[in-house]
């Protein structure tokens, strides 16, 4: 089946520093979607991407979509220990699905 | 409006034994999913219902998982014989149109001993 492959697995920072996590699959995707998990919580919808080369801010976070579809990213600009969880990207499993592959994700540290 | 509710929030049983989880959707929602989450891996699909159908159950591992939606409302997902490898947190998400965006619940952590 698909696999989204997502990196790092861990990254710390200092707080004020910028982050990014990766996202790839090796198949052209329809839409990436972007989650957060906080610790001890559940995952929360930040982000759908559709477009080729997409690219949507909020405030400190930048999602991106690549050309191609094949991949996307999660910028974070200038860190603050709100932003401590684990970030994951997530893709329908094939065309005309509902089913999402979920990345491994990338679980933020933030050094206050 | 409320979120999507799921109970028990922690379950430990023995192996052998049967756990039954329950989710409560957001109300409206016909799209509900179950999810798990094993020790340090990715977040697993299980299956997604569409009212009270199951649109697709590809993601169940085996026989010993059952989920029901009786009348399109809540679901419960049912384990039996539990088995260590069981052990993780389930999460139920909704939505309201199949492929919009997952509202999850806070989870059921099982534990199986």
Known sequence: GQQVMQIPQYQHVQEGEDFTTYCNSSTTLSNIQWYKQRPGGHPVFLIQLVKSGEVKKQKRLTFQFGEAKKNSSLHITATQTTDVGTYFCAAPSGAGSYQLTFGKGTKLSVIP | ???????????????????????????????????????????????????????????????????????????????????????????????????????????TRLTVT
Request: aromatic share 10%; hydrophobic share 30%; net charge neutral.
């Open chain 2, 1 to 107: 409006e409320a979120g999507v509710t799921q109970f028990p929030s922690h379950s430990v049983i023995e192996k052998g034994q049967t756990v039954t989880l329950r989710c409560d959707p957001i109300s409206g929602h016909d799209n509900l999913y179950w999810y798990r989450r094993v020790m340090g891996k990715e977040i697993k699909f299980l299956l997604h219902f569409v009212k009270e159908s199951k649109q697709d159950e590809s993601g169940m591992p085996n026989n010993r998982f059952l989920a029901e939606r009786t009348g399109g409302t809540y679901s419960t997902l049912k384990v039996q014989p539990a088995e260590l490898e069981d052990s993780g947190v389930y999460f139920c998400a909704s939505s309201l149109t199949g492929g919009s965006p997952l509202h999850f619940g806070n989870g």
